[in-house]
Every structure is written in C-alpha cells, then in structure tokens.
C-alpha cells in the first residue's frame, strides 16, 4: 500500500491547504516528465556552427588555393622511417623529433639495420624526446615484427600497421596517407581542436571527429584535408588565443571564440579571389 493511501486526509481545510502550496522544482520535472512534456534542452557551446555544403567546399577550395601541396613536418626518407618518426612523435614536438632522427636514421633506414642496431642503441638516439625508453623498445620491437610478418616492408592497410608495436589509429593514419596516398584523417590534437572549434567536425572523440570530417571533406580535398587542417590549427587557430588576422577562411568560420574584428583579414580575400580566378571556365 502506498504512503499515500496509509494517511488519509483528514479534513477539506487540511486538503486545501495541501494543494495551494508551491510546488517544488523537483515536484515540476516529476510531473512534465508523466505529462510527457520534453525537458529544457541543455545549451551546447559548439553545437551552434554548422556549414552548408557549398561553404564546407570553400572552406577546403580556400587552404588549397594558399597551399596546394601540404607536407607533414616530420622528416622522413621512406615509408619506415616515417612510421618510425611518427611512433616517436607521439607527445613530442615534431621539432624534436627530427633532431632524435636525424643521425638514426642515417645508420638505420630499415627495419634490418633498426634490428640490428638493438635497443640500448636505439634509446640512446632517441633519449633527448620524451617516453624514449618505451619508444624505442617499440621501434626495434616493430622492426621484428615487420621483418617477420611482412618482408621487411612496411603493410599498406591499417590492420596490419595498427598490430605493429606503438601504432594506434593516428599513426596508422598518417602512414597510409603520407606513404601510401590514401585519404586518411589523422586527427591530433590540433584537429580535434578545429573540428570543434570552428563546428566544421564536432565531436567527444578522436574517432567521431574523424568520422565526422570523412563525411564532410569533398572527395578531391581528402588527401590533403587533415594536413591543411593540422597546419592551420598549429600556427592560425592555436589552442591559447586564434590568430584570426592571419585567417584564411575567416568569413567562412562560424565559431563563437572568432576575434571581431573590423574588415576581414586580406588574405581571406586574397585566397577568395583566387579560388574564384581558378574556378573560371578554362583556368
């Protein structure tokens, strides 16, 4: 039996006063949710952005036209050393890791010659970047791996690289991409950021904002996509504080921390003008 049903009321006066009394914010929810009325939607911060394709297309016709030809900033020789590389840049500064590199990769270009180099070498190379203990375990550990299941070459699906020791998904990425040509987004942390920056790719994951530029990126913008946009996050659209003067794509972006500023920036208008120069009948 209920509470309710166990104390009667015991008179009008008392079952009056009982029902002119406010109800509480708990007592409001509980009785819009049996009414089936909908809850107050909570306001999400970077949910307001959205593109239209034709803005999506210039947004991508916009980093082309300043830089046709993206390249990462890793330095690399072949498709080992740049799965190398990047296994190493994994919280370290591509700066860095160059400088660990340089002489490592001049003495092992191979997953043969890492092997044979062995671990305690190989740690000394690498011992200026952080994690190095690890990574190179890792390294001289992929080498095996990629001299045994492989041939000694690197495999051009993700799979495969993503059972290699130290590969995740990123790194995966930029090896199919960089290597292989394929239009892969390899989201870091800059590219997350922009992705939920700007609204062009939100989301609460590395993967959903990968998904959700996969499905955005116009198809002869793919290959190039997440370097445009790891460039423009590392020296335009920083973490701290956006240099939206220097913007590209400033009359396009629709992100609520964009700087106000007076005029757009020129060489969004420099870029617009060129875009439209290139998409003129026989350009």
């Known amino acids: 039996m209920s509470e309710e049903n166990q104390k009667p009321v015991k008179s009008r006066k008392s079952a009056g006063s009982l029902a002119k009394k406010p109800a509480t914010p708990a007592a409001k929810r509980s009785t819009a949710k049996a009414a089936g009325a909908k809850p107050k939607a909570v306001a999400r911060s970077r949910a307001a952005p959205r593109y239209t394709k034709a803005e999506i297309r210039a947004i991508f016709d916009r980093f082309h036209a300043a830089d046709p030809e993206p390249k990462g900033e890793l330095d690399h020789t072949n498709a080992f050393t740049l799965l190398v590389a990047v296994v190493l840049s994994a919280q370290a500064t591509d700066a860095g890791v160059n400088k660990a590199t340089k002489h490592l990769f001049q003495i092992a270009d191979t997953p043969q010659k890492m092997l044979a180099l062995g671990e305690d070498r190989v740690r000394e190379e690498i011992r200026t970047i ?15 791996m990629l001299i045994s299941e492989h041939g000694g070459e690197v495999p051009q699906d993700r799979e495969a690289l993503e059972a290699l020791p130290g590969v995740g998904r990123k790194t995966a990425n930029v090896v199919l991409n ?43 913008r793919a290959l190039h996509a997440h370097h445009w946009l790891i460039l423009h996050g590392r020296y335009i659209c920083k973490a701290r504080k956006p240099e939206c003067r220097r913007c590209v794509i400033y009359d396009l972006c629709k992100s609520p921390e964009k700087e106000k500023l007076e005029a757009v920036p020129e060489i969004a208008h420099q870029m617009a003008e060129k875009v439209a120069e290139e998409e003129k009948p026989g350009a």
Request: glycine share 8%.
């Open 130 to 144: 952080g994690l190095y203990k690890n990574k190179a375990k890792n390294v001289v550990a992929l080498s095996q």
């Open 178 to 220: 960089i290597a292989f040509g394929q239009p892969t987004i390899a989201v870091d942390t800059h590219l997350f950021r922009l992705g939920n920056r700007i609204g062009i790719a939100p989301g609460k994951t590395p993967l959903d904002v990968e998904k959700a530029m996969e499905k955005i990126v116009p198809p002869d």
